[in-house]
């Protein structure tokens, strides 16, 4: 069974610049989640979908940060425009279910280096 | 929201030791689960528990629902379970994990 994939695995850009991260989960889930992960820190939910809609974007800063997940298949991240304290790395993992009970499956990540 | 709380930050240990690591949370819980991070990769889970124990080879995992409190044990240490080990708490809602900010793990020859 083929994991979660992500890519690219590393972006650099400048500052005030726009990035765009892809995902797509591992095949049947309905779930999928995006986590930011700062250097030193634990991963923090930005967005979940359940199928394609949005289940929790509680702490997605929406004044740059956008996500969908047309089809409910793959998912796609966009940071517009960034800044400095954007570096991290964003995480997306997939699960079959909705609850937090399911096990969670991960990509390898994408790092982020804003300059 | 849960708060979970890791501890050590940072563990160094010799091959051979036993090795604990210890979580705690604020609220009540659906689900505990323990992942490991290796540097430069991504997210493995090695358990999910709502109750007792689970054992994988050398990894043990408990829980104690009233005391609000995990703990991951590694039996037998190696230089390959160096690792960054995350504790998290699905709360009763349903949704996503809240996450610890990991205990680093150096295990050493």
């Known amino acids: 069974e083929a994991g979660v994939a992500q890519s690219p695995r590393y972006k650099i850009i400048e500052k005030r610049q726009s990035v765009a991260f892809w995902c797509n989960p591992i095949s049947g889930h309905a779930t999928l989640y995006w986590y930011q992960q700062i250097l030193g820190q634990g991963p923090k939910l930005l967005i979940q979908?359940?199928?394609?809609?949005?289940?929790?974007d509680s702490q997605l800063p929406k004044d740059r940060f956008s996500a969908e997940r047309l089809k409910g298949v793959d998912s796609t991240l966009k940071i517009q425009p960034a800044k400095l304290e954007d570096s991290a790395v964003y995480l997306c993992a997939s699960s079959s279910g909705t609850s937090g009970v399911d096990e969670q499956f991960f990509g390898p990540g994408t790092r982020l280096t804003v300059l | 929201k849960n708060e979970v709380e890791q501890s050590p930050q940072n563990l160094t240990a010799q091959e051979g030791e036993f090795i604990t690591i210890n979580c705690s949370y604020s609220?009540?819980?659906?689900?505990l689960h323990w992942l490991q991070q290796h540097p430069g990769g991504g997210i493995v889970s090695l358990f999910m528990?709502?109750?007792g124990k689970k054992k994988h080879g050398r990894l043990i995992a408990t829980i104690n629902i009233q005391e609000k409190h995990s703990s991951l044990h590694i039996t037998a240490s190696h230089p390959r379970d160096s690792a960054v080990y995350i504790c998290?708490?699905?709360?009763?809602?349903?949704?996503?994990?809240?996450f610890g900010k990991g205990t680093s793990l150096l295990v050493t020859p």
């Open positions: 609220v009540g819980i659906s689900a």
């Open positions: 998290a708490a699905s709360s009763n809602s349903g949704y996503a994990l809240n």
């Open positions: 979908f359940q199928n394609n809609g949005v289940v929790d």
């Open positions: 528990l709502s109750s």
